[in-house]
Nanobody, 115 residues
């Protein structure tokens, strides 16, 4: 059973930066593309960014040029560098594999962008 543990969230002012980390248990981490997701209050969870085992990346339009996803397969860890944060980025952020190969969801890490 793969376990995912997210960390690095916090309260930041608009324009600030945060770096999220997600560590996965298990030996198959490097096989799977990984995604960062977020869920804002009252909204559905949405996919924000993905990174393949080849390190190819994808971003939704609203975060392009501001967010950067990376991975360290030796550490079973995926990162999300978030710059120029906006209040609309406020959400709980999760990592997971991509559909349909989801693992159990972790607790997520809260990101709050507010002055």
């Amino acid at each position: 059973q793969v376990q995912l543990v997210e960390s690095g969230g916090g309260l930041v002012q608009p324009g600030g930066s945060l770096r999220l980390s997600c560590t996965a248990s298990g030996s198959t981490f490097r096989v799977y593309p990984m995604g960062w997701y977020r869920q804002a209050p009252g909204k559905q969870r949405e996919l924000v960014a993905t990174i393949a085992g080849t390190h190819a990346t994808y971003y939704i339009d609203s975060v392009k040029g501001r967010f950067a996803v990376s991975r360290d397969n030796a550490k079973n860890t995926v990162y999300l560098q978030m710059n120029s944060l906006k209040p609309e980025d406020t959400a709980v952020y999760f990592c997971n594999r991509l559909a349909p190969n989801y693992a159990s969801w972790g607790q997520g890490t809260q990101v709050t962008v507010s002055s």
